[in-house]
Nanobody, 126 residues
């Protein structure tokens, strides 16, 4: 199983970026995905989650980020709009085996995920 996160880079405040998480070795529909991020000097935190039609967002990104998936490509996307310097972090995608959806009180629990990608750096700066 491999998760490949990509799409990071340098973006100006107010700009947009789309991250991708390509999964290999997992059957589409038989796993759910969470996006996490870790800023310098801070703990890793949950950003968003998708499981079927269930989607969750951290309050800090709600209304600005959109998570989606393309089952045919076995890829999950995180569209980041109206970014600000607080969004600067390494972004990781993580997969949890199984088709059952996580709930709002558990999707941030990192030990519930079975596989992690290598991370992609997002820097928001003018």
């Amino acid at each position: 199983v491999q998760l490949q996160a990509s799409g990071g880079g340098l973006v100006q405040p107010g700009g947009s970026l789309r991250l991708s998480c390509a999964a290999s070795g997992l059957t589409s529909g038989h796993y759910t995905i969470g996006w996490f991020r870790q800023a310098p000097g801070k703990e890793r935190e949950g950003v968003s989650y998708i499981g079927g039609s269930t989607k969750f967002y951290a309050n800090s990104v709600k209304g600005r980020f959109t998570i989606s998936r393309d089952n045919a490509k076995n890829t999950v996307y995180l569209q980041m709009d109206s970014v600000n310097p607080d969004d600067t972090a390494v972004y990781y995608c993580a997969a949890r085996r199984g088709s059952s959806r996580m709930i709002s009180s558990s999707w941030r629990q990192q030990d519930l995920y079975n596989y992690w990608g290598q991370g992609t750096q997002v820097t928001v700066s003018s």
